[in-house]
């Protein structure tokens, strides 16, 4: 049987004031690609489908386009569950349709999938809270699937027992997965566990989580589930959330955050974005085989002393998203900013790195204008420290900070 393990797609996510619609439309058809040449059997999605709890029209018309164009009409199961940018009921509400189309929505870890048999062979053999069991065309023997999408703190409790420690909700998490790997999982079959929790080798440090992603609020503070609680009859953990592709463990089996399909920001910068191919057989070790996707931008961090050579460099890289560090002994002039702008389309940021900071800024001082408004006195802070305005994200976290102190 061969799965293939994607996650994070964030679509309908931005790049500051960069749409990336049109990259995640390419990016998910060569997804599509992966799976008809590679004859996969199944495609598991493992979270953060949408960038928001409401994401826009076009983001859920691009999400059904390409799932049921995974999904081959029915002949191949795709198994999308919920992440923490993802509204489980909004994720569950299609269900109906999607099921016709062999496209199966998990938003909670109680979920209990529908049975279905569809003309094409696919069909649900067994289902309860958080497990499926799939009959998959073409292959004599089922697939068993654990899914646990993510859930906050509350959920959790709600779903595994009102427990009041961090420690015993991780022993009734635990219980769970053994409870259905013992009933469900045996060697006659393929058992994979997908997740949208943040997993650990025990032992480990708890991994880094993406820049300026919404950090995995599960179990208080502590949020890392150590891979000793994976059951031993699993043979593949698919795991969403971390953006760069990783191995978390190999013991008792491959633990794998597939990684999101595009970089999203620039903790992402030069790095390169993949799905994995996994070839499983009953009572086998997993072989995976690592695709490597090739649409989308690159997000690229540069730093430059002279004007000259980044107006170079940006002329021999236009296809690339792009934030600027500029080393200079003053501030970047105006003239100098739209040069730089006017040279290239996708320049994201430009941050200036001032020699000496603390004389410039001393000869710089001037008096403060209290007429003007909070706004525009952050502003005037900003520039004098920053060497640049604010942009639009900054300003509305200002807005907000302001507001909320105002309520208090």
């Given at each position: 049987?061969?799965?293939?393990?994607?996650?994070?797609?964030?679509?309908?996510?931005?790049?500051?004031?960069?749409?990336?619609?049109?990259?995640?439309?390419?990016?998910?058809?060569?997804?599509?690609?992966?799976?008809?040449?590679?004859k996969?059997?199944a495609?598991?999605?493992s979270?953060?489908?949408?960038?928001?709890?409401?994401?826009?029209?076009?983001?859920?018309?691009?999400?059904?386009k390409?799932?049921?164009r995974?999904?081959?009409?029915?002949?191949?199961?795709?198994?999308a569950?919920?992440?923490?940018?993802?509204?489980?009921?909004?994720?569950?509400?299609?269900?109906?349709?999607?099921?016709?189309?062999?496209?199966i929505?998990?938003g909670?870890?109680?979920?209990?999938?529908?049975?279905?048999n569809?003309?094409?062979?696919?069909?649900?053999?067994?289902?309860?809270?958080?497990?499926?069991?799939?009959?998959?065309?073409?292959?004599?023997?089922?697939?068993?699937?654990i899914?646990?999408?993510?859930?906050n703190?509350?959920?959790m409790?709600?779903y595994?027992?009102?427990?009041?420690?961090?420690?015993?909700?991780?022993?009734?998490l635990?219980?769970?997965?053994?409870?259905?790997?013992?009933?469900?999982?045996?060697?006659?079959?393929?058992?994979?566990?997908?997740?949208h929790?943040?997993?650990?080798?025990?032992?480990?440090?708890?991994?880094?989580?993406?820049e300026?992603?919404?950090?995995?609020?599960?179990?208080?503070g502590?949020?890392?589930?150590?891979?000793?609680?994976?059951?031993?009859n699993?043979?593949?953990?698919?795991?969403?959330?971390?953006?760069?592709?990783?191995t978390?463990d190999?013991?008792?089996?491959?633990?794998?955050?597939?990684?999101?399909?595009?970089?999203?920001?620039?903790?992402?910068?030069?790095?390169?974005?993949?799905?994995?191919?996994?070839?499983?057989?009953?009572?086998e070790?997993?072989?995976?085989?690592?695709?490597?996707?090739?649409?989308?931008?690159?997000?690229?961090?540069?730093?430059?002393?002279?004007?000259?050579?980044?107006?170079?460099?940006?002329?021999?890289?236009?296809?690339?998203?792009?934030?600027?560090?500029?080393?200079?002994?003053?501030?970047?002039t105006?003239?100098?900013?739209?040069?730089?702008?006017?040279?290239?389309n996708?320049?994201?940021?430009?941050?200036p790195?001032?020699?000496?900071?603390?004389?410039?800024?001393?000869?710089?001082?001037?008096?403060?204008?209290?007429t003007?408004?909070?706004?525009?006195?952050?502003?005037?802070?900003?520039?004098?420290?920053?060497?640049?305005?604010?942009?639009?994200?900054i300003?509305?976290?200002?807005?907000?900070?302001?507001?909320?102190?105002?309520?208090?």
């Amino acid at each position: 049987m061969k799965i293939l393990h994607t996650s994070d797609w964030h679509l309908g996510k931005r790049l500051e004031s960069f749409s990336r619609m049109e990259e995640q439309e390419a990016v998910l058809k060569e997804i599509c690609d992966i799976a008809d040449k590679e004859k996969v059997h199944a495609v598991i999605i493992s979270g953060d489908l949408f960038d928001t709890f409401n994401p826009s029209t076009d983001a859920v018309e691009l999400f059904y386009k390409y799932t049921k164009r995974l999904a081959n009409n029915g002949k191949r199961a795709v198994i999308a569950i919920a992440g923490n940018h993802d509204s489980p009921e909004r994720i569950e509400a299609p269900d109906p349709l999607a099921r016709e189309c062999g496209i199966i929505f998990s938003g909670f870890p109680h979920t209990i999938i529908t049975p279905f048999n569809l003309e094409a062979g696919l069909k649900v053999l067994r289902s309860e809270k958080g497990f499926i069991e799939l009959q998959i065309p073409d292959i004599s023997y089922p697939l068993r699937l654990i899914h646990t999408p993510y859930a906050n703190e509350l959920r959790m409790k709600t779903y595994l027992g009102n427990e009041e420690t961090e420690e015993e909700l991780r022993t009734l998490l635990n219980k769970h997965w053994d409870e259905l790997a013992e009933k469900y999982c045996t060697q006659t079959g393929v058992n994979i566990l997908a997740s949208h929790l943040l997993f650990v080798r025990t032992g480990d440090e708890i991994p880094e989580e993406p820049e300026e992603e919404k950090p995995i609020l599960f179990i208080g503070g502590a949020q890392a589930i150590p891979t000793q609680n994976i059951p031993g009859n699993i043979q593949y953990v698919a795991l969403g959330h971390l953006h760069r592709k990783r191995t978390i463990d190999i013991v008792p089996c491959p633990v794998i955050y597939s990684g999101s399909p595009l970089s999203y920001s620039f903790g992402e910068a030069d790095q390169n974005k993949f799905v994995n191919i996994v070839e499983i057989t009953p009572g086998e070790k997993a072989l995976i085989s690592a695709m490597q996707l090739e649409s989308g931008k690159k997000l690229i961090r540069k730093r430059f002393e002279i004007i000259d050579e980044v107006v170079e460099w940006l002329a021999q890289n236009p296809d690339v998203y792009i934030e600027l560090t500029i080393v200079s002994d003053t501030y970047l002039t105006a003239t100098d900013r739209k040069r730089l702008l006017d040279a290239h389309n996708g320049i994201v940021a430009i941050i200036p790195e001032i020699r000496n900071l603390a004389q410039t800024t001393c000869q710089a001082t001037a008096p403060v204008d209290l007429t003007k408004s909070m706004e525009e006195l952050f502003i005037d802070f900003f520039k004098a420290k920053k060497g640049q305005e604010p942009n639009e994200r900054i300003i509305n976290l200002f807005k907000e900070a302001i507001s909320e102190e105002g309520e208090l």
